[in-house]
């Protein structure tokens, strides 16, 4: 997955991608955009969205929710 990159004057962003259906696939705060999640095919399916933060812990709103292929 990769997010649309966000900006802030403040000086870098973090991201936090969730795993709406399995909470333990969720990256918690990062400085990259992009996050992998490696799962077999039972594990297909999962639905994950994204928000950013600057410095200060100002959060954009969730991204759309999307599945996994």
């Known amino acids: ?3 649309a990159e966000a900006t802030d004057t ?3 962003v973090e991201y936090f991608f969730e ?3 399995e909470a333990d696939l969720s990256s918690g705060w ?3 955009r992009n996050y992998e999640v490696i799962v077999d095919s039972a594990g ?3 639905r994950f969205r994204v928000k950013a933060r600057d ?3 100002n959060e954009t709103e969730w991204s759309e929710e999307l599945a996994t292929n």
């Open 1 to 3: 997955m990769i997010a």
């Open 10 to 12: 403040s000086g870098p």
């Open 19 to 21: 795993c709406t259906t």
């Open 30 to 32: 990062q400085i990259e």
């Open 44 to 46: 297909q399916g999962h």
């Open 55 to 57: 410095k200060f812990g």
